[in-house]
């Protein structure tokens, strides 16, 4: 079964700063898509940034970047100049390869946004 | 409608009581997911339906927990004889197909007294 790995139950970081998000997974599988997803207190999740895991490119969103190392199982989210907005809890998914047809999700970093 | 929509926001049930819970996917959408998120947690996968069937039910956690999409649009996740660890935000999420981006509704937060 594929699994999603986030260390960081919680990161602070100053507005306008850089701030950058691990996400770790394990599969088997060759052929897959991860994503960034964002719930503020309002319980909507929210797409942030996909990656296919065919593309050697790294996915970008405005502000939102991702470094995406496929042999590393490593999926990290780069969020630049951030904003009071960007307060939140963000998680990790996996898709697409093996396993049941639903995303698997990692527990979510909370984000701080220090003004 | 604009996106997925949820009903009720919130449902709050006594202990062996009957629930259903409410998905309105976003028109066109043949994929729809149901998710299970407790507190602190990521959101647990459900069940699938890829038009008016079931696909994929392995994250049912038992049968008490059962969905339909008898159209193929709007699904209802029916949850019998309650137990107060059904509580947990309930989340349905709607793709064009299979393996394109979820989107997501507000979820329903229920609470199991």
């Known amino acids: 079964a594929q699994t999603v790995t986030q260390s960081q139950p919680e990161m602070s970081v100053q507005e306008a700063e850089t701030v950058t998000l691990s996400c770790t997974y394990d599969t088997s599988e060759s052929d897959y898509y991860l994503f960034w997803y964002k719930q503020p207190p309002s319980r909507q999740m929210i797409l942030v940034i996909r990656?296919?895991?065919?593309?050697?490119q790294n996915a970008t969103e405005n502000r939102f970047s991702v470094n995406f190392q496929k042999a590393a199982k490593s999926f990290s989210l780069k969020i630049s100049d951030s904003q009071l907005g960007d307060a939140a809890m963000y998680f990790c998914?996996?898709?697409?390869?093996?396993?049941?047809?639903?995303?698997?999700f990692g527990k979510g970093t909370h984000l701080i946004i220090q003004p | 409608g604009a996106g997925v929509s949820q009903t009720p926001s919130n449902k709050v049930t006594e202990k062996g009581k009957y629930v259903e819970l409410r998905c309105d996917p976003i028109s066109g959408h043949t994929a729809l997911y149901w998710y299970r998120q407790s507190l602190g947690q990521g959101p647990e996968f459900l069940i699938y339906?890829?038009?008016?069937?079931?696909?994929?039910d392995s994250g049912l956690p038992n049968d008490r927990f059962f969905a339909v999409r008898p159209e193929g649009s709007v699904s209802t996740l029916k949850i019998q004889r309650t137990e107060r660890g059904d509580s947990a935000v309930y989340l349905c999420?709607?793709?064009?197909?299979?393996?394109?981006?979820?989107?997501f509704g507000p979820g329903t937060r229920l609470l199991v007294l």
């Open positions: 999420a709607s793709s064009r197909y299979r393996e394109e981006t979820q989107y």
């Open positions: 998914a996996y898709g697409g390869g093996g396993g049941a047809d639903g995303l698997t």
């Open positions: 990656q296919e895991a065919y593309k050697q």
């Open positions: 339906f890829q038009g008016t069937g079931a696909a994929d």
